[in-house]
């Protein structure tokens, strides 16, 4: 069985403090996807990045950065110099090669003027 | 571009009641997805389907039936709606090979 957990229910944080959103996961998978998702107060729900389980290499887009490690099964996300238009759930999902995905709870982001 | 496209985007049922939810997507994607959100809670997979005429159960199908006749629509149906459906509904969609599920808006759905 596949589970994404996000032990971080909120955070709170002022404008242009960053934010790092924990995820933990557990699969018996080989292969497998992991997906960050975004779902503003609107309530629809915003693809953001996916990574492989084959590719490990960290990356940074824009303002956002993940961090991802086999090792100990974690995919974090970090939002650098915070803007009040980041406060949203945040979703960490799971994959694998059925194309079903598992997703945590959230962690929902409050960004403070 | 439309995307996905789910209607409507609220309804109140009185408990028994039976009504579908529609979803379209446009991107001539393979696989579609029925899922549930309750409040505080991620994402729950009620049904899924990989082609037109094959559907398949997710996590938390029960008091839900789908159907797919074509590659663009895969609505839901509610058959005597009791208070536990009362949830956010999100369809979503992917292409076969490249598994990114693009959602739509959802459907807020009270039952009374």
């Known amino acids: 069985a596949q589970k994404v957990t996000q032990a971080q229910t909120e955070i709170s944080v002022v404008e242009k403090e960053d934010v790092t959103l924990d995820c933990v996961y557990e699969t018996r998978d080989t292969t497998y996807y992991l997906f960050w998702y975004k779902q503003p107060p609107s309530g629809e729900l915003v693809f953001l990045i996916r990574r492989n389980s084959f590719d490990e290499q960290n990356e940074i887009s824009g303002r956002y950065s993940w961090n991802f490690q086999k090792s100990t099964s974690s995919f974090n996300f970090t939002i650098t110099a915070s803007q009040v238009v980041d406060s949203a759930v945040y979703f960490c999902a799971l994959g694998s090669n059925d194309y079903k995905l598992s997703f945590g709870a959230g962690t929902t982001v409050t960004v403070r003027a | 571009n439309a995307g996905v496209t789910q209607t409507p985007k609220f309804r109140i049922l009185k408990i028994g009641q039976s009504m579908t939810l529609q979803c379209a997507q446009d991107m001539n994607h393979n696989y579609m997805y029925w899922y549930r959100q309750d409040p505080g809670m991620g994402l729950k997979l009620i049904y899924y389907s990989v082609g037109a005429g094959i559907t398949d159960k997710g996590e938390v199908p029960n008091g839900y039936n789908v159907s797919r006749s074509t590659t663009e629509d895969f609505p839901l149906r509610l058959e005597l709606a009791a208070p536990s459906q009362t949830s956010v509904y999100f369809c979503?969609?992917?292409?076969?090979?490249?598994?990114?599920?693009?959602f739509g808006a959802g459907t807020r759905l009270s039952v009374l």
């Open positions: 979503a969609s992917s292409l076969r090979d490249i598994n990114i599920q693009y």
